[in-house]
């Protein structure tokens, strides 16, 4: 942060290179990338979390990829610092609703008790999309945003098998689990998710944590266990041969980040001020760690 006169700003880093739904718009994304995408979205949500700030509007819009093949979350316009007192909080204030209808969680669109597993359901609808080919709830226009809202709230998602037959069983397992109705019954934490994710991707895509990198050669990020069935350039091959090594029952242990505290409606005071400048030196440490923009 810097003062100009009377002005406080921010300086921001300038990405060379495009947002996650740029690439969507123009192909679909082979599944190494598929994997290395999700693993930086993971990472910097973990990292956010660790330091008490839940992002809020998670969606490929705000995933960018740089031309060195970084992954970097951005916009954290609407984030807030989380409360360590275990008191709950609502995403804002009552009646209201913040985020983007196709990828909030369940208590978003409640307008209820709001923490990082909220970020992790918005990660795992992204990822559904980039494996099954479309979001797992959609709307038509006539209907709009409520209508989908609701179904983040009740209705359950096909199974993205549904749209890739042969889909990685244990693939779709992470898929399901990552976009559970209850919070209690998700990844707990951004770290938990990539590793249940990158325990699917050893298998399928060696090597596919260089996938991003310019010139990357994805030919052979194929699996060893099934040379037979090679791995296609496209979502649709995500599936593999042979099952892979089961993965151990979900790990449920709850240590998630503390969730949001309720703001009062008051006046600007010297805590309201202190507040800000905590927010404003978070978002810092986070941007010198090169995880947002």
Avoid at 170 to 191: C, M, N, S, Y
Avoid at 201 to 217: F, I, T, V, Y
Wanted: net charge negative; proline share 11%.
């Amino acid at each position: 942060m810097e003062l100009m006169g009377n002005v406080n700003y921010l300086v921001l880093e300038f990405v060379r290179g495009r947002s996650l739904r740029d690439w969507m718009n123009q192909t679909a994304l082979p599944p190494p990338q598929v994997f290395a995408v999700m693993h930086g979205v993971l990472q910097a949500l973990d990292y956010a979390h660790r330091h008490a700030v839940v992002h809020r509007d998670m969606k490929p819009e705000n995933v960018l990829i740089s031309d060195e093949g970084m992954v970097k979350v951005a916009d954290f316009g609407i984030a807030r610092l989380t409360d360590d007192s275990g008191v709950g909080g609502t995403a804002t204030k009552t009646g209201t609703t913040v985020g983007t209808p196709q990828y909030m969680s369940p208590e978003q669109v409640a307008s209820s008790k709001v923490d990082g597993r909220s970020d992790l359901y918005s990660a795992g609808i992204m990822f559904y999309e980039l494996v099954a080919g479309q979001p797992p709830f959609t709307a038509s226009d006539a209907d709009g945003p409520f209508t989908l809202m609701a179904k983040h709230v009740q209705a359950p998602p096909k199974p993205p098998s549904v749209f890739q037959p042969g889909l990685n069983p244990e693939l779709e397992h992470v898929i399901l689990q990552a976009i559970a109705k209850r919070p209690e019954d998700r990844f707990q934490t951004g770290q938990e998710f990539d590793d249940a994710m990158s325990r699917v991707a050893n298998l399928m895509c060696p090597g596919w944590q260089r996938s991003l990198e310019p010139g990357a050669d994805l030919s052979r990020m194929v699996p060893l266990a099934t040379p037979a069935i090679p791995i296609p350039t496209t979502p649709i091959g995500m599936a593999i041969g042979q099952p892979a090594t089961a993965m151990p029952p979900p790990h449920v242990a709850y240590n998630p980040t503390p969730p949001v505290k309720p703001v009062a409606k008051k006046s600007m005071s010297c805590l309201s001020v202190l507040g800000l400048l905590a927010l404003a030196t978070t978002l810092i440490g986070l941007l010198a760690a090169g995880y947002i923009h």
